[in-house]
C-alpha cells in the first residue's frame, strides 16, 4: 500500500529522465526493425511480416533497452548516492521495488503508445485483411513481455551483484541464448518467441496459446528469482549474505518465491501444447504393427464437439467390427496426445483400455480387447486439448479450435485404427460435428457437408461422409464460390477476409480460365476425378495437398505480398493463375522439390507452372504482352544475375558472411527454378516442333502411369519425353 | 522525544571497528552539537541513529523501545542530511523537493516545499536544474529537504560544508531557530559552527565518546590546561611536544597559545576558549590511545585529510 503511494512520485521523475526518455524513444521505433533486418517469421503473410515481425524485433530491442534502463537507473542512484537521502525514509528494498514499478510503469506506456502508434502502419501496409486483435496480442505478448522480462532479468542482476558491468553482461547472456541456443526451442527462446506465421485469413488463437504459455513459464521463473535477488539488497551495511538473511526472516518472501519457481517448474514440464513423440523420425513402429486377420472394421460414426472457448474437443466414434476369430482380439488405436479416454463400451459392457505413454508422429497407443461376439460395437468416447507434434514444434498453430478456424486431421477428429483394416466393400464413415453458427465446415475429401439441425443454444449440427477413417475438417468464416468449368464445378473456398483482395484479382475468371486450359491441354487432375472438386484456402500449412474430390493451397498463396511477386507473374490475377496451375504441375503431378534444398538444379515443379502460366497469358493477353512479360523477364533476369560479380567469381563467395552467401545462393536458385528453367522449356518446345508437339508431350507426361514407390517427374522422364539429351537444353 | 544509546558499538563487515561501547541519552527539546576529528565515528553514529546501519553490539532506544521496533515511527519523524549526498541532476530544485515531500508522505507538499525553499534562499532557482547549481547550492537543497515537513527529529552531519562563511552564519541561525522544541544533532569538525548555538556538546574521537555535556562544562575542563609562551630559538612549542592552538606576531616575537596536561614552567595561564577546550580533550584522547594502542591505523588516517573519515567507513 505504501509503495502505492510512492509510485506516482517515482514514476514523474523517472518519465523526466533524459535516459528514460531516450530509452522510450528508441523502443517506440524499434518495430522497424522487424521491416527492414530483423525478420524472424519467415512465412511471408501479411501479418507476418507487417505485425508479428515487428513486435518480435521491438520485443528484442526493447527487452535490451529497458534492461539496460534497469542497470542504469540502479547504478546511477548508487553512484551518485541519492539513495543516502532515500533510504534514511524507506527501507531500501521497498524503495528498490517503488523503483521496479515506477519502470514497469514506463515500459506499460511505452508499449501502449508503441502498438497504438504503430497500429496505422501495420493496418495501411496489411490491408483488408488486418486484425485488431492479432495486432495488439502480438504487441502484448511478443512485446511487452520481453520488455519486461528485461527489466526483471537487469534488475535481479543488479540486486545480487550490485555491479553495472556484470548486471549489463547478464542481460546480454539472455538475449545471446535466446538468440543462438535457445533459438529453435520454442519453451526457452523467451525473447523472440518461435512463431511460425500470423494468418491473415484465419485464426491466430493457437500460435498466441503456446507463446502465451511460454511466456508465463518464464514470467514465473523470473519472478521467482527477482523475489529471491530482492533479498540481497544491501540493507544496513550489511554484505550480501547477511542482508540476504536479514531480508529471508520474514518467511512470506521466500515462500513466494519458492512458490512461484515451483509453478514455473510445473509449466515447463508440463506445458500442454506439445507431446512427446519420438525425437528419432526413422522410426515408424505404429505402421509396423501387423493387422489382425480375421477382424475388419466395417464402419464408423463419429460425433464431434470442439469447444471453441477452451480449444479442446470431445467426441464419441461408434466403431463396428466384424471378428471372425471366434476369439476375444486385442485393437490398437492411435490417439491424439492430449487426449483422454473417457469410455470404452463393447456391445454395452464397459472395457479395459490402456492408453500407452509411448508416442509416436503425433500418436499415442491405445489398446483394448474386444469379445469374441462376431460383431461388436465398440464405443469410445474421448476429450482434450489436441497436442501438436513437438518435432516440429516450430510450426504450432496448424492445429486449431478456435471461434473463428478450426483444422482438424485423422486422429484429432477419431481414433485410428493401427492393426485392423477397413472392409473395402462395405466401409462408410459418418462424422457429425456442432459449430458456432458463423462457421462453415469444409471436410477435405469429396463428400459434402449437409446441416442436419440448427440447436436452440445457437450452434449448428453438420454432417459428412467418407470411406476411410481418417479426415480432415476446416471451419470457419469461409466463402464459397462455385465456377463450372469445363472439368466440372469447382468450388472454391476461401476465408472471407480476403473477399477484397479475392475480388481485385477476379477470381471466378482465373479460375475458369485455368481449369479450362489445364484441363484441355494437360488433361484433369486427379482431385477432379468425379466432375467435382472443393479448392479450400487453409491457414499456413507451408505448400498444397490434394485428394479426390478436393485439393489445398495455403493462404500464402493469396497473400497481397505473393500476388505481387514478379516471378510468379504481371499483377495478382496472374500469380493466381500460377497458383492454381500448381493443381497440374506439383499436385496432380509431384516433383521431388517438394523436398527442396537450395542446392539441386533448376528442374521443379515451378519451370513446367512458370511455362504453363505464360501460354495462359499468352492465350488471354496476346502475344506481345507474353513475350513482354514473361519470356522478356527471365533473360532479363539471367542476364542481371550473371552479371553479378559473385555469380562471376564464385571463389569469392566464401568471403562473405553465411547470410549473405546464403542469399545468393538462394537467389540463384529462384532464378534456375523461375527463369532458366521456363527459358530451356521453351527451347523444348521449339525443338519437339512447336506449341502443339509438346503440349502433347506434357499431356503424356501428366497421364503416365505412375510408381507409386516414386511418384516424381524427373528431368531425365521430361528430356526421354522429348527426345532430347541434357545439353540440348543448355542456353547460349 | 528521547533517544538513548547503551553500550553501542559497530564494527564494519571489512574489520573495522569505528563505534565503541558509547553511552548516550539526547532529549529534545535540545541542540546538540557532535564535535570531532574527520573519522572519528560521527557519520557512523548518525547513521546508527537513522537505523541506515545496525549496531554490532548495544543497543538504541527511542523513548525506551528498541529502535529496530520503532524504525517506521523513526523515519516519519526524521530530517536527515548525510555527508556526500546526491540529488537527482535531471530534476528542478522544486520537483525534487514535491519528490522528497512525497516519499516524506507530506500532506500539503505544495506550501511545505515553498516554505523551505525559503527557508534556504533558492526561490531565485527553484525552476533551475539540479545539475546547473553550484556545491553551495546543492548543500542548500539537502538542507531544504531535512527540514521539509518540520520533523521532530533533525540530524545534520556536517551541513555547512561547501557554504561560503556568510552563509555558515546563516544557516548556523537557521538551526537554532528551527530547533525549538524538537531535537537537532548536528555533527561537524568546526568549533564555530557549535560555539554559539548548541546547548550541548558531544566529543568523539576513535569512535568514543570522550565528554557529553554543556559547553562551559567543557571550557572549565580545560582551564589550568591552557596558557601561552614567545616562541624562541631552541624553545619551539613542536620540540616541547605542546599541541599548538595559534600563532600570534607579537613585538617580542611569535606568542603560542598551547593547550597541554602539563604546561611548560614558561608559560603564562590563559583563559580557555571553547576551541581550546576541544582541543585539549582531544590531545588527552590521542594520548591515551597512542600509550594503549601504539600501532592502531586510525591514527595515521586523522592526518590524511577531511575525506578519511569517508574512506575508512566505505
Ligand atoms: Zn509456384
Known sequence: MRSLRLLPGEFMRLLRGRLTQAV????????????????????????????????????????????????????????????????????PELMAAVRFSALVLTALLTLTVTATAWLPISRCFVGSVFAFEDHFASYLLFMGTSLLFGMLI??????????????????????????????????????????????????????????????????????????????????????????????????????????????????????????????????????????????????????????????????????????????????????????????????????????????????????????????????????????????????QGEREISRRYICLENANIAPDLLNVTTDPESFARVCEVVLPASMTPVSFEEGREELVSENPDGTKTWRYEGDTVNSILYAGDY?????????????????????????????????????????????????????????????????????????????????????????????????????LVHQWWGLGIMFSDMFFDETQGPWSSEGLTVYSSYRIAKELYGEEYAQKNYIDLWKDNLESYQKNFYIRNPEYLDRLSEDERSSIVCGLSDLRRYDEMPLKLLKAEELVGGEEAFDEILYELFNRELDPENPFLTYADFLDACGLREEDLDLE | MQIELKDLSLTYPNGK????????????????????????????????????????????????????????????????????????????????????????????PKNAVREVIGLVNLEEKSKAKIRTLSGGQRQRVGIAQALLGTPELLIFDEPTVGLDPEERIRFRNLFSRTAGDRLVLLSTHI??????????????????????????????????????????????????????????????GIRCRVVADRLPADARPEEPSLEDAYLY??????????????????????????????????
Not at chain 1, 460383431?375 to 497436442?387: C, D, I, N
Not at chain 2, 591515551?288 to 586523522?302: A, G, I, N, V, Y
Open chain 2, 191 to 252: 568549533i564555530e559552527d557549535v560555539q554559539s548555538v548548541c546547548d550541548h556538546l558531544i566529543v568523539i574521537d576513535h569512535g568514543m565518546i570522550f565528554f557529553s555535556g554543556t559547553p562551559s562544562e567543557l571550557i572549565r575542563s580545560a582551564v589550568g590546561h591552557v596558557g601561552s609562551f614567545i616562541e624562541k630559538n631552541g624553545n619551539s612549542a613542536d620540540s616541547k611536544g605542546l599541541q599548538v592552538t595559534s600563532r600570534i606576531n607579537t613585538g617580542d
Open chain 1, 154 to 395: 537487469a534488475a535481479s542482476a543488479y540486486y545480487v551483484s550490485g555491479s553495472t558491468e556484470l548486471s549489463v553482461i547478464v542481460l546480454l547472456c539472455g538475449a545471446a541464448l535466446n538468440l543462438t541456443a535457445w533459438a529453435d526451442k520454442w519453451q526457452l527462446c523467451f525473447i523472440t518467441p518461435m512463431v511460425d506465421a500470423l494468418s491473415d485469413d484465419f485464426s491466430n488463437h493457437r500460435v498466441f496459446l503456446s507463446v502465451a504459455w511460454m511466456k508465463l513459464s518464464w514470467l514465473l521463473l523470473l519472478g521467482g528469482i527477482f523475489i529471491l535477488s530482492g533479498l540481497c539488497i544491501r540493507k544496513y551495511g550489511k554484505t550480501l549474505a547477511a542482508s540476504f538473511l536479514l531480508g529471508a526472516k520474514k518467511l512470506v518472501k521466500p515462500a513466494a518465491a519458492l512458490l512461484l519457481l515451483g509453478c514455473a517448474a510445473f509449466t515447463y514440464l508440463r506445458q500442454p501444447m506439445t507431446d512427446n513423440s519420438n525425437a528419432d523420425l526413422d522410426v515408424l513402429s505404429f505402421c509396423e504393427i501387423p493387422y489382425l486377420e480375421d477382424v475388419l472394421c466395417t464402419g464408423l460414426d463419429a460425433k464431434i464437439v470442439p469447444d471453441v472457448d477452451r480449444g479442446t474437443l470431445s467426441g464419441e466414434c461408434v466403431y463396428r467390427f466384424l471378428n471372425l476369430s471366434g476369439e476375444e482380439r486385442t485393437l490398437l488405436f492411435g490417439i491424439t496426445p492430449g487426449y483422454r479416454i473417457r469410455k470404452a463400451l463393447a456391445n454395452g459392457t464397459e472395457v479395459l483400455h490402456v492408453l500407452d505413454d509411448y508416442q509416436e508422429f503425433n500418436v499415442q497407443k491405445l489398446e483394448l480387447t474386444i469379445p469374441a461376439d462376431e460383431e461388436t460395437q465398440l464405443v469410445l468416447s474421448y476429450a482434450g486439448f489436441p497436442k501438436e507434434n513437438r518435432n516440429i514444434s516450430d510450426l
Open chain 2, 17 to 108: 571497528k569505528a563505534l565503541k561501547h558509547a553511552n548516550l541519552k539526547l532529549n529534545a527539546p535540545g541542540m546538540i552539537g557532535l564535535l570531532g576529528p574527520n573519522g572519528a565515528g560521527k557519520s557512523t553514529l548518525m547513521k546508527l541513529l537513522v537505523a541506515s546501519l545496525l549496531p554490532s553490539e548495544g543497543s538504541i532506544l527511542l523513548d525506551g523501545k528498541p529502535l529496530r521496533e520503532k524504525e517506521r515511527e523513526l523515519k516519519q519523524k526524521l530530517g536527515y542530511l548525510p555527508q556526500d549526498f546526491g540529488l537527482f541532476d535531471e530534476l528542478s530544485v522544486a520537483q525534487f523537493l514535491d519528490y522528497m515531500a512525497a516519499l516524506k508522505q507530506i500532506p500539503d
Open chain 2, 281 to 314: 580533550l582531544i590531545s588527552q584522547g590521542t594520548l591515551e590511545k597512542t600509550t594503549e594502542l601504539p600501532d592502531d591505523s586510525s591514527l595515521k588516517c586523522r592526518k590524511a585529510g577531511p575525506d578519511a573519515e569517508k574512506e575508512e567507513e566505505r
Open chain 1, 24 to 91: 522510450m524513444v528508441l523502443t517506440l521505433v524499434s518495430p522497424i526493425l522487424g521491416i527492414f533486418f530483423y525478420k524472424p517469421v519467415l512465412t511471408q503473410t501479411m501479418q507476418s511480416v507487417y505485425v508479428a515481425n515487428p513486435a518480435i524485433a521491438g520485443g528484442l530491442a526493447g527487452y535490451l533497452l529497458f534492461g539496460l534502463l534497469t542497470i542504469l537507473e540502479c547504478g546511477r542512484i548508487a553512484k551518485t548516492r541519492v539513495n543516502l537521502l532515500t533510504d534514511s525514509l524507506i527501507p
Open chain 1, 479 to 579: 466463402v464459397k464460390e462455385e465456377v463450372e468449368t469445363d472439368a466440372g464445378t469447382v468450388n472454391f473456398y476461401y476465408g472471407a477476409k480476403h473477399k477484397a483482395v479475392m475480388d481485385e484479382i477476379k477470381l471466378r475468371d482465373v479460375v475458369k480460365t485455368v481449369m479450362d486450359y489445364c484441363t484441355e491441354h494437360y488433361g484433369t487432375p486427379q482431385s477432379i476425378s468425379e466432375g467435382y472438386v472443393k479448392l479450400v484456402e487453409s491457414r499456413i500449412v507451408h505448400g498444397g495437398y490434394a485428394t479426390p474430390g478436393a485439393s489445398l493451397m495455403d493462404e500464402a498463396d493469396f497473400t497481397a505480398f505473393n500476388l505481387k511477386d514478379p516471378s510468379k507473374g504481371a499483377g495478382g490475377s496472374e500469380v493466381m493463375i500460377h497458383e
